[in-house]
């Protein structure tokens, strides 16, 4: 009775395959989080488009977020599971170059985090932090930008369930700086690829979270709202100019959801809230 208890309550799984790392040929297995049993408990979706979890009663808190990424266990290169194992052989001595420092940045903020055994928060934090920089190794064809943006924007979330667990240790600012990279990347993302320097071709889902793909539409919406919530307030006149272009981007939402019924609707939900905050705060400066 007792081992079925047991196997019940598994949260995880080793997958069978080994997984041998492209940059120093380490073989390891992958933690994969099973699905069914009552895991996971759907609870509201933020206005970044981030599912919240209610604690099961049976797992407790559970992160689908930090099994995403698959990371090396002995020199820390992480990429999507997709991307892992086709990094380009030209970027394996860029990658090794940086592995000390990689590790050293990382300990700063978790001096005993270890991704040979089963994760936690802090390792699900850790490895978006290490998607985000190993992503800066891949070439155009990857889309490597709107990746560390989706990286740069978990790593924030996760620091905020940091926070909520363990107030006081700066959990909160962390979240907020990572945020803020991931509004400069997801601008730079769609700059990039309307200039023709990075295709988004390289990417299939666009998340940002889990549960649902929602595309291109959805990083327009997040630069939008990213670069309201995170956005530079030091330069008025800049900012006004950024809002401006949010609310066009956002109009662009709603000129394209008229048309296509495969849209998903809390997009055009949250895009309409977002339009009316927009234009909130600029009618706030017109003033």
């Known amino acids: 009775m007792k081992a079925h208890e047991e196997r019940e309550l598994k949260l995880t799984f080793q997958s069978k395959e080994k997984i041998q790392c492209p940059v120093c040929e380490t073989n ?56 892992f194992l086709n990094l380009p052989k030209d970027s394996i001595a860029q990658v090794e170059a940086d592995r000390d420092q990689r590790l050293r940045d990382i300990q700063v903020i978790f001096p005993s985090v270890d991704f040979s055994t089963p994760r936690g928060l802090s390792e699900g934090a850790a490895a978006e932090y290490l998607v985000l920089r190993c992503y800066s ?22 620091f905020d369930e940091l926070h ?12 907020r700086l990572f945020k803020t990279k991931a509004s400069f990347l997801y601008k ?56 401006s272009n949010a609310k066009r981007t956002i109009a662009k939402i709603f000129g394209l959801g008229k048309s296509s019924k495969a849209k998903p609707g809390p997009l055009l939900e949250k895009a ?16």
Request: aromatic share 12%; hydrophobic share 30%; with cysteine.
């Open 28 to 83: 390891f297995h992958r933690e994969e989080l099973l699905s069914g049993g009552g895991r996971l408990i759907a609870g509201p979706l933020t206005d970044e488009l981030h599912r919240r979890y209610e604690p099961s009663a049976k797992y407790g808190d559970v992160y689908p977020l930090i099994y995403q990424s698959t990371v090396c266990p002995a020199c820390w290169f992480a990429s999507s599971e997709a991307d």
């Open 164 to 175: 909520e667990k363990f107030a006081g240790q700066n959990y909160d600012w962390l979240g």
């Open 188 to 243: 730079e993302a769609l700059i990039r690829e309307q200039s023709g320097k990075e295709p988004l071709s390289g990417i299939k889902n666009f998340g940002p979270d889990t549960d649902k793909n929602y595309g291109y539409e959805g990083a327009l919406y997040l630069s939008a709202l990213l670069e309201l919530k995170y956005g530079d307030r030091k330069d008025p006149i800049g900012r006004i100019d950024a809002l």
């Open 272 to 287: 309409r809230e977002l339009y009316d905050k927009l234009n909130e705060e600029l009618n706030e400066n017109d003033e």
């Open 137 to 158: 190794f891949y070439p155009k064809e990857f889309s490597p930008t709107i990746k560390q943006a989706i990286a740069a924007l978990r790593s924030g979330w996760l």
